[in-house]
């Protein structure tokens, strides 16, 4: 895919790895449609990537929330004449272990609110998202990319149940969707990052920070540009379909 002109939607948009790719593929010209939950740092956001060099438009979209996403990729899709990406960032984390056992007994129990925050906004939206832009390709005939953000912890990660089985989740619609939607034209590829240095990872402990890196081969966090190359990678190969591409130093060998 030749990134000029075309139409990229990025949720999650204003922060971490979702601002990171816009700033990666503004030069490219591209038009980036943000999608987050923060007006004011989606305002924020758009300032940055015009700088970079591209246009942007902005949307306050709850992506756990199917009208409002059937909304909002229809009205990027009227806007701009087609849609030609997207990126599925967005999501949370409610870290807790399913129990918490002291002396033999359950003290604590993952709560199905957390278990049903992080379902609804990283696996839910996720395909509601992944739905909504395969639908707007589709009309359009143009043909296109869809890219989940999954994650290492895809594997199993202590304390995450909730996230590890929505993340596995994400990776496994990629491979399905890829399987599916090849006779329209529309590639679909996962990514599954390690440790990457976002705010929410820096903002941990330093005592865990160093815990987490001894036991990374490469010795240091990812960066999220090279998360964001990965995804300039995918868009611009039309032979890549149908992967989980694990970025993470290592850490799984």
Known sequence: MVLDEKVVVITGGAQGLGLATAIRLAPKKAHIALIDMNRHQLAEAKDVIETAGTSV????????????????????????????????NAGITRDALLLKVKDGAVEKRMTLNDWQQ??????????????????????????????NISSVSRHGNMGQTNYT???A?????????????????????????????????????????????????ARRLGLPNEIAQTIEFILENDYINGRVIEIDGGLRV
């Not at 199917?66 to 990126?87: C, H, M, Q, S």
């Not at 992944?130 to 005939?141: D, H, L, S, W």
């Open 165 to 167: 089985a929505a993340k």
């Open 169 to 217: 989740g994400v990776a496994a619609m990629a491979v399905t969707w890829a399987k599916e939607l090849a006779r329209q034209g529309i590639r679909c590829v996962a990514i599954a990052p390690g440790y990457i240095g976002t705010e929410m990872v820096l903002n941990m402990k330093p005592e865990a920070l160093e815990k987490i890196m001894a036991g990374i081969p």
């Open 57 to 88: 438009s902005t949307w306050v979209c709850d992506v756990s929330n199917e009208e409002a996403v059937d909304e909002v990729f229809t009205e990027i899709a009227k806007e701009n004449g087609r849609l030609d990406a997207v990126v599925n």
């Open 118 to 147: 992080v379902v609804n906004v990283n696996l839910t939206g996720t395909f509601l998202c992944g739905r909504a832009a395969a639908t707007e390709m589709v009309k359009a005939n143009n043909g296109g990319c869809i890219i």
